[in-house]
């Protein structure tokens, strides 16, 4: 608590003028003419940025009369969570109003200053045109779901505001966008709810890791190696534990992917394997709201996962009304292509005309289309690798490390998945759908390459993608991940 009334004021006065609160309030007839959010929806989201402002302001106000401080002088001075102070505290930094020295991560020696505002550099809503300008969009399609006035759509597989629509909310930035800035730390803890079990690199942490098989015929048909996310997700609906997943499908035989929002099991065959073509799955958080699902489950590629986690930790107030997020199934992912890219791939390399390619994959350092009278043909991952999104490139997660239950291939023997368990909901899942005959598996160590490449192409992933990335921080273009 500020043990000071007027300090109390001031927060509250400073939380009613911030930007955020400013313009949820007087964009108040563009968002309900809009009709994402009904007239209570607005009022509860209101109440809950004036109170999260108010609380972070206290943090700032704090901060000033200490001049600096440590975490924990911090929370002894406000009585507010150290989950809470570390979120105010990357926000407030984001916002370049605090500055910290000492580690990247909150260590007993970091300490907090504030910054004057006239030394502030950039808006704190900055829109997330300049994610787009600077390449590190990865159309994972919340940015859309999320704005609340619908000023947001994707052409050419990147988000375009129009500027008529947009009342300078920031939620596009702070809310969803895994570009902006993520601060890992924060959201691992959230995950967990343990902040002592922080994440190991590269893998970061699990409770188990198998290779993994589904028993189910129809899936193993379609699925792209053990069937183990289908599996899953059908185990889900088959017990009523979500009303809805979203996931990614074909048009039809070109390869076109549409991102979908599935309401039950026999939809979700037709979302099997994989199609290496950036498809913006989060766009279903919006369709789910439109469509009442209350509990939905997710399965993405990292990029994807970050975002949700994302919007978990700094939308508090937003969760409950986008439909929550209730099982998190992440899919390893190496890199990911436009879709003139994957068609050049599959024609020009593998020379296969999409129509007539049956399954895609990537395995031993080759791009391989299998077509559908039964060749296949492959290229090598270096010499293709240049033409995935650039956004890829600085990401450092490999096997998608915030998710309840991570599947891949790295490791395991063909027709099987990798499986990192990470979450007691991800393991909860994950024992039920095979005692119940869902899968089968087998300890990881017993796979055909197992851990020990998974660490060495997930380390490389990390080195080569973190380097990349530091250069874009240096040139003040990224906040950060940490
Ligand atoms: C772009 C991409 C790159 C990948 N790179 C690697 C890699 O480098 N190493 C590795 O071990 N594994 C990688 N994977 C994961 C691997 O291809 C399989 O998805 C994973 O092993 C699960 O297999 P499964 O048989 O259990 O999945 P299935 O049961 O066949 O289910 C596949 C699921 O993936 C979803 N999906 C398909 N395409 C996309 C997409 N473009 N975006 C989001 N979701 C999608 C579908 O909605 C479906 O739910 C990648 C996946 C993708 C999408
Ligand atoms: S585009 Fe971004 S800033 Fe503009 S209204 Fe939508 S969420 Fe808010
Ligand atoms: S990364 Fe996702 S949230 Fe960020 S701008 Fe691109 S589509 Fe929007």
């Not at 947009?166 to 920031?170: A, K, M, N, Q, S």
């Not at 709810?193 to 079990?197: I, L, Q, T």
């Not at 790295?410 to 027709?415: E, F, Q």
């Given at each position: 608590m500020v043990k000071n009334l007027k300090e109390e004021l001031d927060a509250t006065l400073e939380a009613v003028n911030s930007f955020r609160v400013r313009a949820w309030f007087e964009g108040e007839k563009e968002i309900l003419e809009c009709g994402k959010f009904t007239r209570e929806e607005w009022e509860k989201i209101l109440d809950f940025f004036i109170d999260d402002e108010t609380e972070r302001r206290k943090v700032l106000i704090t901060l000033k009369k200490l001049k600096n401080a440590t975490l924990a002088q911090l929370e002894q001075e406000l009585g507010i969570s150290n989950f809470n102070i570390r979120k105010h505290l990357r926000l407030l930094e984001y916002e370049g109003l605090v500055e910290r020295s000492?580690?990247?991560?909150?260590?007993?020696e970091t300490v907090y200053k504030p910054i004057l505002?006239?030394?502030?550099?950039?808006?704190?809503?900055?829109?997330?045109k300049f994610i787009v300008d600077e390449k590190?969009?990865?159309?994972?399609g919340a940015c859309l779901s999320y704005c609340p006035t619908n000023a947001i759509t994707i052409v050419d597989e990147a988000p375009v505001i129009d500027e008529d629509k947009?009342?300078?909310?920031?939620i596009c930035n702070i809310?969803?966008?895994?570009?902006?800035?993520?601060?890992l730390d924060l959201i691992r803890d959230h995950v967990k709810?343990?902040?002592?079990?922080l994440g190991e690199e590269p893998?970061?942490?699990?409770k188990n890791a198998f290779t993994a098989q589904t028993k189910k015929e129809e899936i193993k048909k379609v699925c792209?190696?053990?069937g183990i996310v289908t599996s899953l997700a059908s185990y889900l609906f088959d017990h009523n534990l979500i009303d809805g997943v979203l996931a990614v499908k074909k048009t039809?035989?070109?390869?076109?992917t549409e991102p979908v929002v599935i309401t039950n099991k026999e939809e979700l065959l037709g979302t099997a394997g994989t199609k290496y073509v950036i498809t913006p799955t989060l766009v279903g958080l919006e369709k789910a709201k439109k469509m009442g699902l209350k509990k939905i489950a997710v399965i993405g590629t990292p990029c994807q996962i970050q975002a949700v986690r994302k919007s978990q930790v700094f939308s508090d107030g937003f969760q409950e009304l986008m439909g929550d997020v209730a099982y998190i199934i992440g899919i390893f992912c190496m890199e990911n292509f436009a879709y003139q890219n994957m068609k050049k791939i599959s024609e020009?390399?593998?020379?296969?005309?999409l129509e007539n390619a049956r399954k895609m994959d990537i395995n031993k350092g080759q791009f391989s289309v299998h077509s559908k009278t039964g060749e296949s043909t492959s290229v090598p991952i270096k010499e293709v690798?240049?033409?995935?999104?650039?956004?890829c490139h600085v990401?450092?997660?490999?096997?998608?490390?915030?998710?309840d239950i991570s599947v891949g291939s790295?490791?395991?023997?063909?027709?099987w998945s990798t499986v990192l368990v990470r979450t007691e909901k991800g393991k909860e899942l994950f024992q039920k759908a095979q005692e119940e005959g869902y899968l089968t598996s087998k300890p990881?160590?017993?796979?055909?390459?197992?851990?020990p490449l998974l660490i060495k192409l997930a380390k490389g992933k990390r080195k080569r993608n973190l380097e990349k990335l530091d250069s874009k921080r240096e040139e003040g273009k990224y906040a950060t991940f940490f």
């Open positions: 000492g580690k990247d991560t909150d260590g007993a505002k006239s030394e502030l550099s950039r808006t704190p809503y900055e829109k997330i590190l969009c990865v159309d994972c947009c009342i300078g909310c920031g809310v969803a966008c895994p570009r902006t800035f993520l601060y709810g343990e902040p002592s079990n893998i970061a942490a699990y792209q190696d053990g039809g035989e070109n390869w076109i020009e390399y593998c020379k296969v005309n690798t240049s033409l995935a999104r650039d956004a990401c450092p997660d490999l096997t998608n490390e915030l998710a790295i490791g395991s023997g063909p027709g990881l160590d017993e796979a055909e390459t197992g851990l």
